[in-house]
Structure formats: structure tokens, C-alpha cells
């Protein structure tokens, strides 16, 4: 998981790379709990990775 959070943000948010996460960490093997850490965790890291940017300053 914390190579996972090192990644760059291209691959880390990725299919790919989300695949390669969840077979190598045993405890996202179960649908429910890698359903839970892309609704938690994921989250969290796409939030501090990709802020998204205030209306109007683009």
C-alpha cells in the first residue's frame, strides 16, 4: 500500500495499477473490502493528489 501511495498520479489512479494493488495485498482480495477502499481510501488520495479547482479558475 505504500509504494501504492508513492505512485505518480497517472498510474496510481489507473486501472492497471489499482489491479496490480489489489492482488498484491491480500486484504483488498475480498470484493467487499476493495469496494470499501475505493470508496474510503481512494478517495482520500485522489482528493490530496488532484485537488479539484475553485469554480471560475480556469
Known amino acids: 500500500m505504500a509504494e501504492w501511495k508513492e505512485l505518480p498520479i497517472e498510474i496510481k489512479f489507473e486501472e ?6 489489489r492482488e ?11 469496494q470499501k477502499f475505493r470508496e474510503t481510501t481512494l478517495k482520500e488520495e485522489l482528493k490530496k493528489d488532484a485537488p479539484l479547482k475553485p469554480a471560475g479558475s480556469y
Open 16 to 21: 492497471d495499477g489499482l489491479r496490480r494493488l
Open 24 to 34: 498484491g495485498t491480500p486484504e483488498l482480495q475480498d470484493d467487499a473490502a476493495f
